[in-house]
């Protein structure tokens, strides 16, 4: 069993649609790391939380540390959304050891 | 302010041979990660460097090996490569103060080998 699985792998919507990107992960973490990666592109740090929810624009992101999950949210989709989004739990904060989830590609049509 | 800069963006190389890629942190940062990601894969963790000594390794070879100088800045080479070493090789830096929080990833060394 991987330590990070991220649910739905590829994800389409229409522009607009409430997006839901759900992790789940069974190392003990000191943080999580939401992560977003353009084709052929580095890697954007949209957030990184330890409890509780974020929010950032249209970008929401919570965790529940009890059940070991979390799930990135996007409200009013739009195609530059399109990307893939990685879900990458850290252990030892202060010199984190990320482990990356597989990532879900998620395409916004207009 | 600069975030994380990585060099060379593109690098095309002969198996056998050697490689140096380069990361500078983001300023106030003193924590250099370096992570391979593979072609339609997940970054796997290669290595971190903090003050200037090697803090954890991934589950990689001895051909793989880093430094860090005062400055923060690292390196990361690979001797002997093979055509599967070919990847993406981004840097990540970092800093355990809490009140300034960042892993912040640079864009990548994507590196060929033929």
């Known amino acids: 069993k991987n330590e990070v699985e991220q649910s739905p792998q590829n994800l389409t919507a229409q522009e607009g649609e409430f997006i839901t990107i759900n992790c789940s992960y069974s190392v003990g973490i000191s943080a999580l790391h939401w992560l977003q990666q353009h084709p052929g592109g580095g890697i954007v740090s949209l957030f990184m939380?330890?409890?509780g929810k974020k929010k950032h624009g249209r970008l929401i992101a919570t965790i529940n540390i009890q059940e070991k999950h979390s799930s990135l949210h996007i409200t009013a989709s739009h195609p530059r959304d399109s990307a893939v989004y990685i879900c990458?739990?850290?252990?030892?904060?202060?010199?984190?050891?990320?482990?990356f989830g597989t990532g879900t590609r998620l395409t916004i049509i207009p | 302010d600069a975030g994380v800069t990585q060099s060379p963006t593109h690098l095309i190389k002969t198996r056998g041979q050697q490689v140096t890629l380069r990361c500078s942190p983001k300023?106030?940062?003193?924590?250099v990660s370096w992570y391979q990601q593979a072609l339609g894969q997940g970054p796997q963790f290669i290595f971190q460097?903090?003050?200037?000594?090697?803090?954890q390794r991934g589950n990689f070879p001895d051909r793989f090996s880093g430094h860090q100088f005062p400055n923060y800045s690292s390196e990361l080479n690979v001797n002997a490569l093979l055509l599967g070493d070919s990847a993406l090789y981004l840097c990540?830096?970092?800093?355990?103060?809490?009140?300034?929080?960042?892993?912040?990833f640079g864009s990548g060394t994507r590196l060929t080998v033929v």
């Open positions: 460097y903090y003050e200037e000594e090697e803090r």
């Open positions: 939380l330890s409890s």
């Open positions: 990458a739990p850290g252990i030892n904060f202060g010199n984190e050891k990320l482990t």
């Open positions: 990540a830096s970092s800093t355990p103060d809490r009140e300034d929080y960042g892993y912040t």
């Open positions: 300023s106030g940062h003193d924590t």
